[in-house]
């Protein structure tokens, strides 16, 4: 897969198959448009290319400080590599992009840049300024520029019921299951491992704090997780917390992560970390030696959760 960051680098003499759209998780039913798109246009002999938006629009258009995205850009770059596509192009998303009108986002991107051969795009898809474009305006422009359009019906996508929606509401609700079975992957929060009070080190369970620097990344509900992540091309398997924790008086949220069977300085190194399960919601407890036992107990059914599941 070849990624382009803007539109107007991108040129290509052979005839593509287009999918447009911000996907944010790359769920099942994301995977759906996307398996058919490069299906589609190998059978064909043409390329597959599908257009997402960064920032967000809602970022740009509603100055939406509080959006929350299932996929940081990296991440999803990540997730749309394994699916087979041609071209990944990531358009710079600004006010000035908003306005331009149905038909020069057909005209000028579609046709003329993309060279556009078929166009598949999802149920009730809209596009250009004020949303104004829709499947009948797309299917006039496409007798027009001589391209095809093709629908996914709505009741193909929702065989599971699946929408990015559902799943950032599973996640705040520590549902992991289910976003996990909506996203065909483990739900996964990526950052830096930073330098943190070294508390959990004192009671015997020494973790790596990882530090998210995207704001937009959704943060799943506070609690604790059976967790892996891959380390030095090895998977090593752990448990996670996120939140303040309140037993030693945490002022601020913080994720933290303690590898079983592990003994390894981390700090300074980017760490992609996978939520397999969620073992049980944050409390504060009376004491450390409480706090000690539960983590104990925590382990312990972590381990046999491991064990038997992954």
């Known amino acids: 897969m070849i990624t382009i960051q803007d539109i107007s680098t991108f040129s290509s003499k052979e005839k593509t198959f287009v999918?447009?759209?911000?996907?944010?998780?790359?769920?099942f039913g994301h995977q759906k448009i996307i398996e058919k798109l490069v299906f589609d246009a190998q059978k064909a002999g043409k390329k597959s290319l599908l257009l997402t938006f960064f920032p967000h629009p809602r970022m740009v258009l509603q100055k939406d400080s509080n959006i929350e995205l299932i996929n940081t850009i990296e991440e999803k770059k990540s997730l749309l590599q394994k699916t087979g596509l041609d071209y990944l192009i990531i358009h710079p998303f600004s006010k000035e992009f908003s306005r331009m009108t149905a038909l020069e986002f057909v005209r000028d991107l579609l046709v003329n840049q993309l060279n556009i051969s078929k166009l598949i795009i999802g149920y009730d898809h809209h596009f250009g300024k004020n949303r104004e474009g829709n499947i009948?305006?797309?299917?006039?422009?496409?007798?027009?520029?001589?391209?095809?359009?093709?629908?996914?019906?709505?009741?193909d996508i929702n065989d599971v019921s699946v929408s990015s929606t559902k799943i950032r509401r599973a996640l705040h609700s520590g549902n992991l299951k289910t976003a996990n079975n909506y996203l065909g992957?483990?739900?996964?929060?990526?950052?830096?491992?930073?330098?943190?009070k070294q508390l959990g080190g004192k009671i015997g369970y020494p973790t790596a704090n990882i530090d998210v620097k995207e704001t937009y990344k959704l943060i799943p509900k506070t609690g604790v997780y059976v967790v892996k992540s891959i380390i030095d091309q090895k998977i090593v398997?752990?448990?996670?917390?996120?939140?303040?924790?309140?037993t030693v008086d945490g002022n601020h949220q913080t994720?933290?992560?303690?590898?079983?069977?592990f003994n390894q300085d981390l700090y300074g190194k980017?760490?992609?970390?996978?939520?397999?399960y969620f073992l049980r919601d944050e409390n504060k407890f009376d004491s450390i030696d409480a706090l000690i036992h539960q983590i104990k107990n925590d382990e312990e059914i972590a381990r046999d959760y491991i064990k038997n599941n992954c």
């Open 19 to 27: 999918t447009i759209g911000t996907f944010d998780g790359v769920h």
């Open 136 to 155: 009948v305006q797309l299917t006039e422009y496409s007798h027009l520029y001589d391209f095809t359009v093709e629908e996914i019906p709505a009741q």
């Open 185 to 196: 992957y483990h739900f996964m929060l990526n950052g830096n491992v930073v330098n943190g």
């Open 237 to 246: 398997f752990g448990m996670m917390n996120i939140g303040n924790r309140p």
């Open 255 to 261: 994720i933290e992560v303690h590898f079983f069977d």
């Open 270 to 276: 980017n760490l992609t970390i996978e939520l397999i």
